[in-house]
């Protein structure tokens, strides 16, 4: 089986397919509250396949909130994501699709969502590439006014506080509204 005979099998477990910016397939699938998203890779080796799902979860209200934030749309952002090998196939099939997907909603619905965003409001301001949205997402959707205002008065004294570049009193403001809706 290739990744192309991979995802419309996928699709017919129930996932839906989409692509990100840069042109990759994922897949995602709701289960309850939860968001779970795998992104399949197969690689073809001389006596077996290298296949891993990459699954992750969140929620949609993370998503809205980290899309809010940012100032453009977002599909899906992860709270948590399995770091797991992928697995060596001699003859992959469609049961082997099968048990993996299983596998990956299993995973996913064993993952602690609040202790994943736990883990993002505790972040420090000077987190590197996507951590900071993130950080800022999770303490809006908790409702946590106090550290965001204080983030912005001290971006309106000329402190960053450690945050990266692309972070902006813009959305440490949206990230506000956010907070103070939830409260």
Known sequence: MKEIEMLPAL???????????????????????????IIPAIGKRSDHFRV?????????????AAAFVL?????????????????K??????D???????????????????????????LPTNSKGAMPLRHLAALAIAGDVSCLAHYQ??????DRSGFVPYITQDMI?????????VR
């Open 11 to 37: 699709e017919g477990l129930g996932w839906r397919r989409g692509k990100d910016e840069v042109g990759d397939c994922f897949c995602l699938m709701d289960v309850g509250d939860v968001q779970v998203q």
């Open 52 to 64: 891993s799902l990459m699954p992750s979860v969140s929620t949609r209200s993370f998503t809205a």
């Open 71 to 87: 100032g453009e749309a977002r599909d899906y952002v992860p709270i948590i994501v399995s770091n797991d090998v992928p697995e």
């Open 89 to 94: 196939i001699v003859d992959f099939s469609l």
């Open 96 to 122: 082997d699709v099968v048990r993996l997907s299983r596998s990956a909603i299993s995973w996913a619905s064993a993952q602690d969502i609040e202790k994943g965003l736990a883990a993002y409001r505790a």
């Open 153 to 158: 008065f001290s971006f309106e004294q000329g």
């Open 173 to 181: 403001a949206r990230a506000l509204l956010i907070a103070r809706d």
